[in-house]
């Protein structure tokens, strides 16, 4: 297998406020994203997804693990110290609107990836024409977009910048329904076009299904199981993601599968015992109550490894 361009291992998050319990968003979670792949990452609110992507970004710390970013470390808040694994990472964030500058001008905003990146001969106004977007609204300001051309500009700076790794956390959940699936499918296209990976992060699995190669389910800190999206669809296997695609809502609105996911994720400072999905399980059994399926691609004692005959 060639080197992927991220590489996520066993990586421990932990959020610590004085006087409460650690919180550990990200508990032991695995992750790979090669060059010009989507990755959709999904999972419940809550089960750790952004502080995923914000470690990866270099914007928190990580306990424990690795996470490598064109084969390079990234260090705990190495954006700040130009860390050279985090000049080619770009993140579009949920909100357009707080990520942007209110006072400045569009264009000037994206110039400032564009200088990041050392590219002289591209415009801003080149990159607003990529993301679909009129030359001339580079002397806009923020306020005068719609939400979905605002996430466009958004995704605009961040490619003025050039990145080998492009994540997206949450990006089409502020948008109009009609915007959600144009803006996913332009970073995905953009993101592909130019080579570089996509971390693709949303609640949304219909459109993760759209446009992501491979899905990573998240629960409760760890991947619990990882797939190429046609295949995940096609056979879910943990029961967490059959959950998951269960309570897609079809059409008429009505869920496609009656099942629906019972209760809500657990407290990540004081997760279940055994496997951290037991609680929910419709299918649980002994072993899963007392031992954690520490393996992949599915983590579930119903999808346990053969032992090799060594062992
Ligand atoms: N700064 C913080 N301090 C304490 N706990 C935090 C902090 N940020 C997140 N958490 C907790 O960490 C866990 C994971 O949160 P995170 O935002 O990473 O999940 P998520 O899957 O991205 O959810 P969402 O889609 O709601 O953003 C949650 O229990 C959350 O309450």
Known sequence: MTTPLLSVEDLVVEHRTPGRPVVRAVAGASLHVAAGEVVGLVGESGCGKSTLARAVCG???????????GGRPVTPLGLRRRDPALTGVQMVFQDPYSSLNPRRRVGAQIA?????????????????????????????????????????????????????LLIGDEPISALDASAQAQVARLMRDLAVESGAGLLFISHDLSVVRLIADRIAVM?????????????????????????????????????????????????????????????????????????EPDFGPVACWLHAPEPSPAS
């Open 59 to 69: 914007l928190h710390g990580a306990a424990s693990g690795r996470i490598r970013v």
């Open 112 to 164: 400032d990836g564009l200088r990041t990146a050392g590219d002289t001969a591209a415009s801003p106004a080149d990159l607003l024409e990529r993301v679909g977007l009129p030359r001339d609204f580079a002397g806009r300001y923020p306020h005068e977009f719609s939400g979905g051309q605002r996430q466009r500009v958004a995704i605009a700076r961040a490619l003025a910048a050039r990145p080998s």
């Open 219 to 291: 629960y409760l800190g760890k991947v619990v199981e990882t797939g190429p999206t046609a295949e995940v669809w096609a056979d879910p296997r943990h029961p967490y993601t059959r959950a998951l695609l269960a309570a897609i809502p079809s059409p008429d609105g009505a869920g496609v599968l009656p099942a629906e996911l019972p209760g809500d994720v657990p407290d990540p400072a004081d997760p279940p015992a055994g496997c951290r999905f037991h609680p929910r399980c419709p299918l649980a059994m002994d072993v899963c109550r007392e031992k």
